[in-house]
C-alpha cells in the first residue's frame, strides 16, 4: 500500500488481531501436527505466532488434509516434508535471487500449489543449504542433523570457517562434547548471512578416522608410541640427515601460530626450507601479492571484473554472491570478462576471452580483439583497461590458484603487475586482487613460506609434513616422512609415512588465522579432544623442550649437527627466500618506512626487465590453463573425509565446461 501525509497506521487494534487470527488459522488448516517430531521444534516461526494470534481449537471437519510428496532434488544436505510448507517462497527467492540457480520454483494453484524443482534434478549449488535457516516451518531441515538434538539442549558458541579463505562468522552448536550442527552469524563485512555447504556440513569428518596416538610405521605396520619415545625418535633420524635435505611442508589449514612454531623450530637447527603445499607461486615479499586488495563489501559496487585463472563458484562461493548480488541490482552494469576454462555456470553473464596463454599474453600486448571491439569503441594506447575515460568505476582483476599453480606464475604474475603499473599509475594494489580458496596459505604466505617449488627439484632425505595431503612423491622417494595431521588419510602421504603425530582440529583449539581481506580471524576450543591429541603448537614446543635434553646427552650430535651445519642453513635461507635482488622483504619494507601499499613500492621489482625477459622466455605459449578445484566437494582434506560432503560429491560430474548434476 502506497504511503500518505499524515497517514495513521493501526498494528495492533482489534481488526489488526481479527485479520492476524484469520490468516494464522487459515496457515494451519492443511499444516500437519508434526510439533513433537519435527526438528524445527523450538525455533518454528509458525509455533510462536501460533502462540499469540493461534485459537484453541480447530474448525476443520474434513475427513483429510492436504499431502504433498516430499523432494528428493535436495541430496544428502536438506531433509524435506513438503506437506508442512507454508508456500512463503523464501527458498524460491533465495535460489533464484542469491543463488542463481532458477531450480527452484512454484508449480500448480490453488489447492494444488507445491514448491519444487521443475525436473527431478539434483539442486547442484554451493550455498543451497541456506534455505534450511530461511525456512518459517520445518519443510526444509537439515538432513545429517535429523533427530540428532533439540534447539535447547545445544550450548552455542561463536567461530569461523576455516573451509574458505573468508574465515566467515559461524555459531557451533555443541551436546556432549561433539558437534551437532553449524549455522551462519549475521556479518555485513563478510559473509552477510550466509555459509557455504562446506561450512555447515563437512565438520562429521572431525568424528571419522582420526589419530589418536603418536605411531610408528615398522614392517609396513604402524604400531603405537608414547610421545617421548615419539620425540626422541624424531630427533634421532633427524640428527643423522644433512640440513640440505631436510624439508617442512605446510598444509592449506594450518594457523598462524603452527607456522610460526614450525619455522622457528626448524631454523634453530639451521633449516630453512619450509614450504607450502601445492603450489609453485613464489612472491610471497609483499602482502598485496597473496592478498584481496579490496573489500569483500566493494564487490557490490565494482561495475567491471577480469578473472584470470579463477572460478569463485568453486573457490569462493560467497565471494560469487557479493558478484551475483551486484549483478541482480537495479543498474545491471556489471561486465565480467575470464581468461581461463569456460565459466558457463556461474550466477551472472560473463564472457570468455580464451584459455591459452595466447589470450593472457594478448591482453599484456593490448592486441584482444574481443575487447577492443566489444569493450569501448575507443581502444585509448592499447590499453583495454582505461575506463576513467568512461566514468566508469574502478576495475578489479582477480587471479586465481589455477594461475598461480603454474610453473610460470612467477613470469605471468610480473608481467601482470607491470601491465596494471603501466595503465593506473603505480596504484596496482587497489586494482589487482589474488583470491586463494584455503586459509592456511594466507597464514603461510603472511609468515614468509614459499612455495614447494624448491622441494621438488631436489631429493628430500626427512620430510615433515603438517596437515599436507598432496605431496610430490618423486621428492621423497627414499625419504624419513613425519606425518602430522588429524585424520587417518587415504592419501599417498599418509601410506608413505615412517613417523605419525595426530594433532587437534580448529574446533579442538583456539588459533589465530589471517583470512584473504587481512583481517585476523580467530577460532576458539569448543570442545574437548582425546586426551592424547595435541595441537600443532603443543608439540613443537613439547619437541623444542625434548632437543635441549636430547642434546645435552648427545654431545656428538650438538657438535657436529647443530654448530656446524647452522651457518649453512643461513646460506641455504638466503637461496630460498631472496629470489631476486630487486625483491625486499616485508620486514626491511618495514624498517625503510614503506607501507604494504605503497604506491612507490613498484620499482623494487624492477618491472621492466621482467616484462620484456621472462614474458618471452619462460612463459609456456601454447600451454592452457587447468582448473584448480574440479570437485567443490571433495577438494581438501576435511571434504574428503566427510561423509555428507563424499555424497554430495558423487551426484556431481565434472568434466571441462561446465557441473552439472546426474
Known sequence: MPLLDNMRIFTNSKRVRKARESVMEFLLVNHPLDCPICDQGGECDLQDISLTFGSDRGRFYEYNKRSVDNLYSCGPLIKTVMTRCIHCTRCVRFITEISGAFDFGVLGRGNSMEIGTYIEKFVFDELSANIIDLCPVGALTSMPYAFSARPWELSNFESIDIFDSLASSISVGVANNKIMRIIPILD???????????????????SVQRLNYPKLRFNNKLIVLSWPVAFDLFLLFLSTKPLSLVECIIGHFSDLETVVSLKDFFNGFGCSALYSEDSSFLMTDFRFNFLLNTTIVSFEVASFILLIGTNLRNEAPLLNSRLRKNYISVNKQLSVYSVGLALDYLTFPVKNLGNSITTFKSIFEGTSTVLKNMLFKDFVNLSFLNIKQLGMLLPKIFVGVSLLNRIDSLSIFNSLCFFVQKNFNNKFVDYLNVVSPFLGKISASEIGLSSNYYSTAKKAAFSY???????????????????????????????????????TSFVERTSTYLNIEGKIRSTKKIIIPFKFIFSDWDITKGLSTHKKKFLLHNFS??????????FKGLIQYRTL??????????????LSGFTNKSVSVWPFFNAIKFYKTQIADNLFIN??????????YSSDLFSKNSKVMSLCSLKVVSNNFSNQSI
Request: charged share 15%; net charge neutral.
Open 557 to 566: 650430535v650438538l657438535k657436529n649437527f647443530f654448530y656446524l651445519n647452522f
Open 188 to 206: 555485513e563485512s563478510i559473509n552477510e548471512e550466509w555459509i557455504t555447504n562446506k561450512a555447515r556440513f563437512a565438520f562429521d569428518s572431525l
Open 465 to 503: 609434513v603438517c596437515g599436507v595431503n598432496n605431496l610430490n612423491l618423486d621428492s621423497v622417494a627414499n625419504s624419513f616422512i613425519v606425518y602430522q595431521g588429524i585424520f587417518k588419510s587415504n592419501s599417498i602421504v599418509f601410506a608413505k609415512a615412517n613417523l605419525v603425530f595426530p594433532t
Open 623 to 632: 600451454s592452457v590453463i587447468n582448473r584448480s578445484i574440479n570437485n567443490y
Open 577 to 590: 627466500f631472496v629470489l631476486e635482488d630487486a625483491f625486499i622483504s616485508n620486514r626491511l619494507l618495514t
